[in-house]
């Protein structure tokens, strides 16, 4: 897989995620398999106004490289300008076509540039002017059922210089329901010469290994999925070269949640860690027996070593029920 002058491992990448997709998420992705890790969305405008809370996402460490950057905006000569600033900290650049949140939307970027091509086709080229790395978009469907045109879209893109197109087939109006209709992406991979990355959906191992196959895309991007199991990345490798999905043992969900506790910590220090492991927990402990209990208990406390405590107690258990099968 070969995206501009960027050779990837494998074809299953970290998506973005706003909120989720910090360094130590990407760290862990990246170590759990990922190829290629995301940052979450950043604003140019807030690159522009040097605002310290955008420049912060750009924290990174050589564990986590090749990044993807992901920039959000409305504006071609300020995307232009992000796009130039931050070349020397990451691999990729990505652009924000698809975002569908109403903050967003009303700044005029994300999914509401579904409706100005013209414009799409301004910033791209702006962005591709800008930066020597690799670009991709990320784009939606299309804004409802009645404007389908991520053809149209990606074709311009391709037009302007990017080097791969992510498809996520949901319109903007779907927001995050119904189904992603991977048939776009077929359509997409069938009509474009750079590559394909599919999103939506790839909530097993086996979803990521069919939508390659499905749709012939180039690579698939894991964002829900992976939550709280960053297991999917190897097994989808596994399963990608024959190998049947095996599930962790509890001994190892326990490394693992220690290991994204302690690179938060170490990242953001332990107060903005509690806040973030408890989401973190909550998918972590999904399906597990005892999940509820244990996330009823850790949302009653609050403080991370109480936490980490019950963490340890709850992984305790499991591998006791474990060893007496
Ligand atoms: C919490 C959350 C935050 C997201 N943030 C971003 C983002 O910052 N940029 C982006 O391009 N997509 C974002 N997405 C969309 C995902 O990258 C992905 O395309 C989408 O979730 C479909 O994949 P999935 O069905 O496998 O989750 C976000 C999705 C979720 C669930």
Redesign the pocket.
């Known amino acids: 897989m070969i995206l501009g002058n960027l050779h990837l491992k494998s074809p299953f990448i970290l998506?973005?995620?706003?909120?989720?997709?910090d360094l130590p998420y990407r760290r862990l992705m990246k170590n759990a398999g990922a190829s290629l890790v995301?940052?979450?969305?950043i604003s140019a405008n807030g690159l522009d106004r040097n605002a310290a809370r955008t420049r912060e996402l750009l924290r990174s460490c050589r564990e986590e490289e090749p990044l993807g950057i992901?920039l959000?905006g409305s504006e071609p000569e300020v995307l232009g300008r992000a796009a130039a600033e931050i070349s020397p900290f990451g691999a990729l650049i990505?652009l924000?076509?698809?975002?569908p949140?109403a903050k967003v939307i009303r700044s005029g970027a994300?999914s509401a540039l579904l409706r100005d091509p013209g414009r799409i086709g301004r910033i791209t080229a702006a962005v591709r002017k800008a930066t020597p790395l690799p670009l991709t978009v990320?784009i939606?469907a299309g804004w409802d059922a009645a404007s389908i045109n991520c053809f149209e879209i990606a074709a311009i893109a391709a037009n302007e210089g990017a080097d791969g197109v992510?498809l996520?087939p949901?319109t903007r109006s779907q927001g995050?329901s119904g189904h992603?209709d991977w048939s776009l992406i077929r359509q997409l991979k069938n009509t474009l010469s750079i590559p394909v990355i599919g999103?939506?959906?790839?909530?097993s191992a086996a979803?990521a290994v069919r939508m390659l196959e499905e749709t012939g895309c180039d690579a698939v991007?894991?964002?829900?999925?992976?939550?709280g199991n960053p297991w999917l990345f190897e097994q989808a490798g596994g399963l990608l070269s024959g190998r049947p999905v095996i599930p962790p043992e509890p001994a190892i969900r326990h490394l693992v949640v220690r290991r994204h506790y302690q690179l938060q910590v170490e990242t953001f220090g332990p107060g903005q860690a509690l806040k973030q492991m408890r989401k973190h927990l909550g998918w972590y402990s999904r399906g597990m027996r005892g999940g509820a209990e244990f996330r009823a208990r850790i949302n009653r406390l609050d403080d991370i070593d109480t936490v980490m405590a019950a963490v340890d107690r709850f992984y305790g258990d499991l591998n006791q029920q474990e060893m007496a099968k």
């Not at 998506?15 to 997709?21: L, V």
């Not at 999103?199 to 909530?203: M, Q």
């Not at 991007?221 to 939550?227: D, E, T, V």
């Open positions: 998506a973005p995620m706003a909120g989720i997709t995301f940052t979450e969305m992901q959000f990505d924000n076509f698809g975002c949140a994300g990320k939606r992510v996520h949901r995050f992603a999103s939506g959906d790839l909530f979803d991007m894991i964002a829900r999925g992976g939550l």
